[in-house]
């Protein structure tokens, strides 16, 4: 009898960990399967011309530049990469982007690394449904300054073939708008 115990004992905490097991995988397929979100970021791959518009002051001009990007999905859909090419006061710039949803967090996120800096911005959001954006808030490191500074970046897909992003500093709680770019589909 005591062995027939026993072995109900051991057959009751094996189904019970192989239940945790199951839930505990369940969760990290959740986790790591693209969704919705990942598809809408997939609609923007391909070749993107764009023009940049950059105010180093706010009461001063913009200074505007051409370029072009690339954007595809990495990492088996769950990421897209941006990769930017241009030509910026008389210099060549290469960035890259890598923007993604987190499903755990349920929450947007973006990164940016260049060539005029040595950093890395990292923002995260959400989908703004009122404004049609993806609304970002991070850091940056501002090297004028010698340290991390507020940053905003918006991205609203108009149609298939053009979407803007918008950058802002946020200064004594204000957005400082400082970059915009128009992208067009090639």
């Given at each position: 009898m005591k062995k027939i115990l026993i072995l109900l004992v051991m057959l009751v905490v094996y189904s019970l960990n192989s239940f945790a097991q199951n839930d505990e995988m369940k969760k990290w397929m959740d986790y790591m399967t693209p969704g919705k979100e990942h598809a809408?970021?997939?609609k923007d791959n391909g070749e993107w011309t764009y023009i940049s518009k950059m105010w180093m002051d706010p009461n001063a001009p913009p200074q505007t530049f051409e370029g072009t990007a690339t954007c595809e999905m990495i990492f088996g859909?769950?990421?897209q990469q941006m990769k930017t090419f241009g030509n910026f006061m008389g210099m060549d710039f290469t960035g890259m982007a890598i923007t993604?949803?987190?499903n755990g967090k349920k929450i947007w996120f973006s990164t940016w690394i260049d060539n005029m800096g040595t950093g890395i911005m990292y923002t995260?959001?959400?989908y703004d449904e009122a404004s049609k954006k993806l609304v970002f808030t991070g850091k940056m490191y501002d090297p004028t300054l010698g340290k991390d500074t507020d940053v905003k970046q918006t991205l609203r897909v108009i149609d298939d073939k053009n979407m803007e992003m918008e950058m802002f500093t946020i200064v004594d709680g204000k957005d400082v708008k400082n970059m915009e770019l128009k992208y067009t589909r090639k």
């Open positions: 809408q970021l997939a859909g769950r990421y993604g949803f987190d995260e959001g959400k």
